[in-house]
């Protein structure tokens, strides 16, 4: 009698599994097209196109221009939510034109920077710009000076990323007030950005004028970095870039 019940359990087993195979083989496709799936799909779909509709038309009509669709922008944002990309969102129109017009900037300067990292880069440069009190035409032409928004530059000195900053000589600063925990951090395109503009606000500070600061930041001789980022900063204002934001 026992044999017989775990006979039956065990063929009724079988002929379960097998009829599972038979469906997913036959209708696998008609199932990944259910309507399940669809409304899946369409919901998917529809949260994309809030987050685009919340960005000031100078993003959407930036990405456009380099060939990047709006959506792709959303999508990766929503896969990477730690990103500083996810700061877009929150920055009123004008801040969103200062990040358009640093992308599109970043791209013309370094064609090998594709148009994510480039959004990424600009949208770090506003936000600690802001959090470290550091004039954005400042940073944005400090970054430039430095590698030509490469975030993974390095100079034969040991100086790393968007910002060429030495870990050996700033790590202990970048751990405890930037979040970076070690030198690989600095090809990171945002923690690059945001250890440079972090220095960049002590040296501020400590010095009291910028050309000096400046002068501390490259540690050599200031006169040609000075002219260097000076120009730079009159050549971002000229793409269109507010000074004064």
């Given at each position: 009698m026992i044999r017989r019940l775990l006979r039956d359990f065990i063929l009724a087993i079988v002929m379960v599994c097998a009829a599972f195979v038979l469906v997913h083989t036959l209708l696998g496709e008609s199932l990944d097209n259910s309507p399940v799936n669809a409304v899946s799909e369409?919901?998917?779909?529809?949260?994309?196109?809030?987050?685009?509709?919340?960005?000031?038309?100078?993003?959407?009509?930036t990405l456009r221009v380099m060939d990047f669709e709006p959506e792709a922008l959303v999508e990766w944002q929503r896969e990477n939510p730690e990103?500083?990309?996810?700061?877009?969102?929150?920055?009123?129109?004008?801040?969103?034109?200062?990040a358009s017009v640093i992308a599109l900037y970043i791209l013309h300067q370094n064609r090998n920077?594709?148009?994510?990292?480039?959004?990424?880069?600009?949208?770090?440069?506003?936000?600690?710009?802001?959090?470290?009190?550091?004039p954005l035409t400042?940073?944005?032409?400090?970054?430039?000076?430095?590698?030509?928004?490469?975030p993974k530059a390095r100079s034969s000195y040991g100086a790393a990323g968007v910002m060429q900053v030495v870990w050996r000589v700033h790590s202990h600063l970048l751990m405890a007030h930037a979040g970076l925990k070690t030198e690989g951090d600095l090809y990171h395109p945002e923690k690059g950005v945001s250890a440079g503009v972090l220095l960049l606000s002590r040296y501020m500070k400590a010095c009291g004028n910028t050309k000096r600061a400046l002068g501390r930041y490259c540690g050599g001789?200031?006169?040609?970095?000075w002219a260097k980022v000076n120009r730079g900063m009159k050549q971002?204002?000229?793409?269109?870039?507010?000074?004064?934001i």
């Open positions: 369409w919901s998917r779909d529809r949260a994309v196109a809030d987050r685009v509709s919340q960005l000031d038309g100078t993003v959407t009509a990103s500083v990309l996810r700061r877009l969102w929150s920055m009123d129109p004008a801040n969103q034109k200062n920077v594709d148009p994510l990292t480039a959004w990424r880069e600009a949208v770090s440069f506003v936000h600690y710009s802001h959090k470290y009190d550091v400042l940073a944005v032409a400090v970054g430039n000076t430095e590698s030509h928004f490469d001789g200031v006169e040609r970095y971002v204002v000229s793409y269109g870039l507010n000074p004064e």
